[in-house]
């Protein structure tokens, strides 16, 4: 079992930053892959960026590459740490409500898949304004 806790979201202009957490607390995170997905109003949830805990392998959507970078906790802890998604150059576009996901042993095809998640947070806001 697996415990996802988000925060960070709020209301930033167009250009701007946020930086948002996801606390992780559970047995055996080092097997997991964590991944941030967004959901905007009236569209399907989709990929936003994952990491591999324990080969800290990135992968991106096309969308988000090159403005938002996923990172980890260095603390070596297999029970408790923190998934991060720093968010640069932010777009009216980004704007969603944005979920931390948990699955095991996922392989590359299946990374981008909802489906593939077990354990999901309870979301955070993004509003990006024009």
């Known amino acids: 079992q697996v415990q996802l806790v988000e925060s960070g979201g709020g209301l930033v202009q167009a250009g701007g930053s946020l930086r948002l957490s996801c606390a992780a607390s559970?047995?055996?995170?080092?097997?997991?892959?964590m991944t941030w997905f967004r959901q905007a109003p009236g569209k399907e949830r989709e990929f936003v960026a994952a990491i591999r805990w324990s080969r800290d392998s990135a992968y991106y959507a096309d969308s988000t590459k090159g403005r938002f970078t996923i990172s980890r906790d260095n603390a070596r802890d297999n029970a408790k740490n923190t998934v991060y998604l720093q968010m640069n150059s932010l777009k009216p576009e980004d704007t969603a409500v944005y979920y931390c996901?948990?699955?095991?042993?996922?392989?590359?095809?299946?990374?981008?898949?909802?489906?593939?998640?077990?354990?999901w947070g309870q979301g955070t806001q993004v509003t990006v304004s024009s």
């Open positions: 559970g047995r055996g995170l080092n097997t997991y892959t």
């Open positions: 996901a948990a699955g095991r042993f996922i392989t590359t095809a299946r990374t981008m898949g909802a489906a593939a998640y077990d354990y």
